[in-house]
């Protein structure tokens, strides 16, 4: 149980309170006019250190990490292109060694014979970054001596300037930079492997002394309390959809167990401040230690959308057959929601979603006109999906950061900016979307057209150009009497394997995605399953063969289809865990709801114990679980005074569900639940 103090700050973080002292927009067209004829790395460093000088000191009593933005709005890039995104800071190197460690390498790559022109602007702007942030930390430090707290002006001083020795120091330096990096226009960033990075620090303080085990947990859980303050200015689609992920668990980068007391500390205390950030990912394998897998089972219980587990299992060998060296690939993490980041490049893990409900609809019309036979429907499943890919050299360009770069892998010592070749690899990823939808269309025709011959292709032509107008009776056979995605049964499972392959193969054909890496196939969908559904031109997604009326909503990530009731949360992992996750390495969640029943019963923990099992022994890939209850959903939407700390998982993120547009709500509620 949170004590007093913190209680009444998550309370006023979950009011926001700290928005109070946003005094002024930041100055966006001021600033394009100051940086208006420089490079982008000079661009860059030049509206950095506009807005940290802006930036008014906020001290607050008995508050024990600093930083409280005064600037309101999103920041923009000063300059034109991709920003940093959907990935995380080395947090280790800045741990280790400082913002000075960071400085002095950058130095003794100038003093070095031989840089270019461009490495030099990169190294000048990365250090005039660096040295903006320390001078805003020290304006807090002597913010503190004046307010009377000399632990926090002493605190200030030490980080994130030089190394971190303690928990406290390591958790500052992380807020503060973290806050910066988001100052400095980095947006959906993650918090990377934290049990891993923090766990030395932590030991340490118990060992010595500094600290108790609860201590450390009510320093984690201010920290966690902290990381909700701006949620409102980070957020991509909605509120809520901000990045800030954890990855727990797992092993190590030589492959021994990575898992300790830590990873069981920050469990506890997610689930004691029960707040939307951070969100927590825990990486699992069959031989996970039982008190881990029961701390994220109990997190589960929760009712917040997470953790979501990632089967290392399976992930790894993923990520190694893709060309990740095996120490990397061991070090994974995740992006804002579950796509898979590996340290020391620049993979763009949401670059393209492919519509695969739309690949199959396509493919079937026209086997439908054409009268074309069961194979020949399959063969056309690749080029619907390639016409969806964007052109050829149709990448937006991608705008550098210096301060990043200087906290991320060897970019330093590389003299070259994460975005211009300072890491090691630069994939990007895609979204196979719709896939139940997909999976479940083709399976009816499979059924009703090409093995019964009970419906013949031109009345079901006929239906899906009419979106079933004038023929209710055979869009209800689609939909309620022909096999559905979820239940493990042959016919999906192989059409769902068909629509994955065909994806994978597409994606395997290109061999440079225009940053000179490759595509990594990927099983989520993101917003998607709604915004696919409202598009108009080309991309319009009509009626399908399942049953499904033209606008509503398809498949989310791999689960069954909206209204689709699957025999079972077990058959659910069953039909998922029969796909080559080893060609679908961008990630992509089984998403499971339950009912808040489910939770309630007395042996709720052991059950989930033993679904997570499965989830591994089946060969999935991720998995997340919701709580759901639409009565009380519908409340919420009536009543949103009534409902404002519930929490819902939307796709791989967790948001208050009054804060989200109807058009995600109204899907949230049509959700199938089990009770288990």
């Avoid at 741990?95 to 003093?111: D, K, M």
């Avoid at 100052?183 to 891993?196: H, K, P």
């Avoid at 042959?490 to 440079?512: G, K, M, S, W």
């Amino acid at each position: 149980m949170l004590p007093e103090r913190l209680s009444a700050m998550r309370e006023q973080t979950r009011i926001g309170r700290y928005r109070r002292f946003r005094r002024a927009a930041a100055p966006t067209t001021v600033v394009q006019r100051r940086v208006a004829g420089l490079s982008p790395c000079r661009a860059m460093a030049e509206a950095f250190a506009i807005y940290t000088k802006l930036e008014k000191p906020v001290i607050l009593p008995g508050e024990r990490f600093f930083f409280t933005r005064t600037l309101s709005g999103h920041i923009p890039a000063p300059v034109p292109g991709l920003p940093i995104e959907n990935i995380s800071a080395d947090w280790e190197l800045l741990l280790h060694q400082g913002l000075s460690g960071r400085i002095a390498a950058a130095e003794a790559v100038l003093r070095t014979p031989g840089n270019t022109p461009e490495s030099m602007e990169f190294l000048q702007s990365a250090i005039a970054m660096m040295q903006a942030a320390s001078a805003l930390s020290r304006r807090y430090a002597d913010a503190a001596e004046q307010s009377g707290d000399t632990a926090g002006a002493a605190l200030l001083r030490k980080v994130p300037l030089y190394p971190a020795e303690t928990l406290h120091e390591a958790l500052q330096s992380i807020f503060f930079m973290y806050s910066m990096l988001h100052l400095s226009a980095v947006t959906l960033q993650g918090l990377g492997r934290m049990d891993q990075y923090l766990f030395d620090y932590y030991r340490r303080d118990l060992a010595e002394k500094r600290l108790t085990r609860q201590e450390a947990g009510e320093l984690l859980a201010e920290f966690f309390i902290c990381l909700n303050r701006e949620n409102d200015l980070y957020g991509m689609a909605q509120r809520g959809d901000d990045g800030q992920s954890v990855m727990l668990g797992g092993c190590r980068r030589n492959g021994s167990r990575g898992d300790n007391d830590l990873t069981l500390l920050l469990l506890e205390t997610a689930g004691e401040i029960a707040m939307i950030n951070p969100k927590i990912n825990l990486r699992v394998d069959s031989e996970t230690p039982a008190e881990i897998l029961r701390a994220g089972v109990q997190l589960t219980g929760r009712g917040l959308g997470f953790p979501q587990y990632c089967n290392d299992e399976v992930v790894i060998p993923a990520l190694i057959r893709f060309g990740y060296p095996p120490e990397d690939a061991r070090d994974y993490a995740v992006a804002a929601c579950w796509e898979f980041t590996v340290p020391d490049g620049r993979d763009i893990p949401n670059s393209m979603a492919i519509n695969l409900a739309l690949a199959a609809d396509r493919a079937i019309r026209a086997a439908m006109r054409e009268g074309l036979s069961w194979e020949e429907l399959l063969q056309n499943l690749a080029p619907e999906i390639r016409k969806q890919l964007p052109p050829p050299h149709s990448r937006r360009e991608l705008v550098p950061n210096p301060l990043f770069s200087a906290l991320k892998g060897r970019c330093i010592e590389r003299g070259r900016d994460l975005h211009s070749g300072g890491g090691r690899h630069y994939h990007t990823g895609a979204h196979g979307c719709g896939s139940s939808t997909a999976a479940d269309a083709l399976a009816a025709v499979k059924k009703w057209v090409y093995d019964e011959g009970r419906i013949p292709p031109a009345r079901l032509l006929r239906a899906l150009e009419s979106n079933f107008a004038d023929d209710e009776e055979l869009r209800l056979l689609l939909r309620d009497h022909s096999p559905k995605t979820g239940n493990c049964d042959p016919a999906t499972n192989d059409c769902l394997r068909r629509v994955f392959d065909a994806f994978a193969d597409v994606l395997e054909e290109i061999t440079d995605n225009g940053f000179g890496g490759r595509i990594r196939p990927g099983t989520g969908s993101a917003q998607n399953y709604a915004l696919m559904t409202r598009r108009e031109g080309p991309l319009r997604l009509r009626a399908t063969a399942d049953g499904r009326r033209d606008g509503e909503y398809i498949s989310s990530s791999l689960s069954p289809a909206p209204g689709v009731c699957a025999r079972g949360l077990l058959s659910i992992l069953q039909t998922y865990g029969t796909l080559d996750y080893s060609r679908l390495c961008n990630g992509g969640p089984i998403t499971l709801e339950v009912t808040p029943a489910y939770f309630r019963s007395p042996e709720a923990v052991e059950k989930t114990i033993a679904l997570i099992h499965a989830f591994i022994r089946t060969g999935c890939q991720q998995l997340q679980m919701n709580t759901l209850d639409p009565a009380v959903l519908r409340d919420a939407q009536k009543h949103p005074e009534r409902h404002r700390d519930l929490i819902v998982r939307v796709w791989g993120w967790s948001g208050y569900f009054v804060e989200l547009d109807p058009m995600y709500q109204d899907q949230i509620i049509g959700r199938q639940s089990y009770g288990g």
